[in-house]
């Protein structure tokens, strides 16, 4: 997981609180990304990030918020945490996207696991 | 919904077998990808198979791509017990710089 970090690694939390995830990138890619990952559900896409408040939306981005000041961060927020959004979550960074080698080549942080009560 | 979905969900074998997990998806397609993820740990990237590529290797990896049958495998020769892990595919779609994931195969790989 060198060059990527998740923090916190492990939260709990209750429902109806705001909670937010931190990624940090010391590789300067250009492209971030929040996933969650649930039992048969594989890997979901929350939201992702072309550029400094460059975001956009994934499949499962109700209930979520990102924001992107600086290359190196991206915050994921949860507003009001509810039962559901329990779940590992993972950010993932890319430096190149289209026809090149390394193209949407994804490196992934360790994870962080949240339990909302 | 899920542009990848992966063939067996669980897949035992033993040491020295080989190991051969499916892909399937829906809509055409940029690039297929495999990753591995370890328990608790963060999924890591293995082989990137290009829509116009047939067939790639790397080391005891190897991925084909059927295009016309919208489907892809992972071959794992001689398995490991380090191999061990679930197994994803991801797929990228027309100028989106974002994958989308299957369910992954939980591959146990026993002595």
């Known amino acids: 997981d060198a060059g990527i970090t998740q923090s916190p690694r492990h939260k709990v939390t209750e429902t109806g609180t705001p909670v937010t995830l931190r990624c940090h990138q010391t590789?300067?890619?250009?492209?971030m990304y929040w996933y969650r990952q649930d039992p048969g559900h594989g890997l979901r896409l929350i939201h992702y990030s072309y550029g400094v408040k460059d975001t956009d939306k994934g499949e499962v981005s109700d209930g979520y918020s990102v924001s992107r000041s600086k290359t190196e961060d991206f915050l994921l927020t949860l507003e009001s945490a509810t039962s559901s959004q329990t779940s590992v979550y993972f950010c993932?960074?890319?430096?190149?996207?289209?026809?090149?080698?390394?193209?949407?080549?994804?490196?992934f942080g360790a994870g962080s696991r949240l339990t909302v009560l | 919904s899920q542009q990848g979905e992966e063939d067996p969900q669980a897949l035992s074998i033993q040491e020295g077998e080989n190991a051969t997990m499916n892909c399937s998806y829906k809509?055409?397609?940029?690039?297929l990808q495999w990753y591995r993820q370890n328990s608790g740990r963060g999924l890591v990237h293995l082989i990137l198979?290009?829509?116009?590529?047939r067939e790639k290797h790397s080391g005891r990896l190897r991925v084909t791509l059927d295009t016309s049958k919208k489907s892809s495998s992972l071959l794992i020769t001689a398995s490991r017990a380090a191999d061990t892990a679930s197994y994803f595919c991801?797929?990228?779609?027309?100028?989106?710089?974002?994958?989308?994931f299957g369910t992954g195969t939980r591959l146990q790989v026993t002595l």
């Open positions: 198979i290009r829509s116009n590529e």
């Open positions: 590789e300067n890619h250009r492209y």
């Open positions: 993932a960074i890319s430096g190149a996207t289209g026809g090149g080698s390394g193209a949407n080549v994804l490196t």
């Open positions: 991801a797929t990228v779609t027309g100028t989106a710089s974002k994958l989308t």
């Open positions: 809509t055409s397609i940029n690039n």
